[in-house]
């Protein structure tokens, strides 16, 4: 874990030196693009409006994250056990990935307003699929000689199912929540640039429109911020939940 936050801060003050040496070498105008003196002053003198925003998006991501990812739990576990839905559900999630989150959410905004219930909507519908397809894929790929073990020893569906698909998937499940921890932010500020009166999405497109380049790059540095919080705190999560799992690096090692 240490060592994981020393690689993050190091790539970070690389992308920082990158970013300012071009500015420095190209001489592009601030009002394009900012140093990151110039993002941190924008940051600092706008902490109010900044945090005020922020608390917005936060709040649509976290309630986003917690229904979708209850929903789409449920949702993989009602495939695991329905061959209906299966037949129905499926070619429709499959069907519902072709259209651009985009498309989608100036309808979610006519219908539900401009608050925030339309901003946690197009949250839900972001994370809903990854959540579904990781954590159904590993309900259906529980060790065989477990499941004819359990057939043998007379284990009725939905006792199998809790004991021993469940546990066996959580795993994948961990997968998904630290994958809707990375688009659930995005969701949130999609439903805002659609149409808001709040948030850092809000925000962004009021500083552009207002050539506040600075002020721009700062919201989105909150919010890629409180994106990487939000992931590290998943997937400590998704640890803790399978932590009879023992995860292994790139070379195989535990």
Not at 197 to 206: A, D, F, I, V
């Amino acid at each position: 874990m240490k060592s994981r936050f020393i690689d993050g801060l190091l790539s970070a003050c690389a992308a920082l030196a990158l970013w300012q040496a071009v500015v420095w070498l190209t001489g592009v105008p601030s009002f394009i693009l900012p140093g990151p003196a110039d993002v941190l002053t924008a940051l600092i003198n706008n902490r109010a409006l900044i945090a005020e925003n922020a608390g917005t998006t936060i709040i649509e991501v976290l309630i986003g994250l917690v229904l979708g990812a209850a929903i789409g739990g449920a949702t993989a576990l009602h495939l695991m056990v329905s061959p209906m839905a299966r037949r129905l559900l499926l070619p429709l999630m499959v069907f519902s990935q072709a259209i651009p989150i985009f498309a989608l959410a100036p309808i979610l905004t006519l219908w539900l307003g401009y608050g925030i219930a339309s901003k946690i909507a197009v949250t839900i519908l972001m994370i809903f699929f990854p959540v579904v397809s990781t954590f159904y894929d590993g309900l259906r790929r529980t060790d065989p000689g477990l499941l004819d073990l359990a057939r043998t020893m007379g284990a009725t569906p939905t006792s199998t199912l809790l004991r021993l698909r469940l546990p066996a998937a959580l795993p994948a499940f961990g997968s998904g929540l630290r994958l809707a921890a990375v688009y659930a932010p995005i969701g949130a500020v999609v439903g805002e640039w659609v149409g808001a009166s709040k948030g850092l999405g809000y925000l962004m497109l009021l500083a552009n429109g207002r050539a506040k380049v600075d002020l721009m790059f700062a919201a989105l540095f909150v919010l890629a911020a409180f994106t990487v919080l939000l992931h590290a705190v998943t997937s400590a999560a998704a640890r803790r939940m399978a932590s009879w799992s023992k995860e292994t690096d790139e070379s195989g090692s535990a």
